[in-house]
């Protein structure tokens, strides 16, 4: 399936900013489940200073911020061909050895909750795909969807404590969860394409767990399927904080307040 997506993210500032300094996110890679066949990134309000691959292989941009900026934009246009591997994204590559990706973070450390939510799964004979499919019903099942009651830093076990959350929730008590069973996890942020709109409220979010012999499958709790070819991926990472779209620190500006607007269309 051929994607078209554009993709802009704007801030605005109070007062002028002196300084900032941002880490973008926002270019999908050629893959197994993808080939880009176009994507331009445009900044307005800033300049790239460098391009690079983190520890995960993501393509990242260094952004500055102009000095004295209110307003910084950044436009993401492409094209994409994407297949359906049945959420199978194959063998681990990179740098980062797999038992790396069965490290807790800050958002995504195992508590009570998780612990609870994982009984029944230790005590069933699965194997482990269908414990992970399982696994991504059960928190379908005690956490609904909802925009509503968490944000950007919620944990998994304070999402789940709170029984509703969005994708990233999903995707974090999913990689909690998975770890404690056993299996290696991390987060995976791109786009969906909805098959009744054009017009995205927001880009997306799931979770992938390394299986013997199969390699990395994902797995969109959000949506209780695997991800297909509505799917591109952007970045990897053993949280959200690792695979934020944008993510840095800016000096001054006041309030800052943010539109998004993203397309996505075949």
């Not at 790396?100 to 998780?114: D, M, V």
């Not at 009651?149 to 995707?171: I, K, P, R, Y």
């Not at 290696?184 to 409220?201: H, T």
């Amino acid at each position: 399936m051929r994607l078209k997506i554009s993709h802009t993210t704007r801030y605005d500032y109070r007062d002028p900013v002196p300084y900032g300094l941002q880490q973008v996110r926002l270019r999908p890679d050629t893959s197994a489940t993808q080939t880009v066949s176009r994507w331009t990134v445009a900044i307005d309000g800033g300049r790239e200073e460098v391009a690079f691959r983190d520890q995960h292989q993501n393509l990242v941009d260094l952004i500055s911020v102009d000095p004295d900026a209110r307003t910084v934009s950044i436009r993401c246009e492409g094209d994409v061909e994407t297949r359906d591997s049945a959420g199978v994204f194959g063998p681990h590559a990179g740098f980062t050895p797999l038992w790396y990706f069965l490290r807790e973070t800050a958002l995504t450390r195992p508590g009570a909750g998780i612990a609870a939510l994982i009984k029944p799964l230790v005590k069933a004979k699965h194997e482990p795909i269908e414990q992970l499919h399982v696994l991504s019903k059960a928190i379908t099942a005690v956490m609904p969807y909802s925009t509503q009651g968490t944000h950007s830093a919620t944990t998994a076990e304070e999402s789940l404590g709170a029984g509703s959350g969005v994708c990233q929730d999903h995707a974090q008590v999913f990689i909690a969860a998975a770890r404690e069973l056993g299996y290696p996890a991390r987060y995976v942020s791109g786009y969906l394409m909805m098959d009744d709109r054009v017009d995205q409220e927001a880009s997306h979010a799931w979770a992938e767990a390394h299986i013997e012999g199969l390699g990395w499958v994902g797995f969109d709790v959000s949506n209780c399927i695997a991800p297909d070819e509505r799917y591109v991926r952007i970045a990897t990472g053993l949280d959200y904080r690792e695979a934020a779209p944008v993510s840095g620190v800016v000096f001054g500006g006041g309030t800052e307040s943010m539109i998004v607007s993203l397309q996505v269309q075949q």
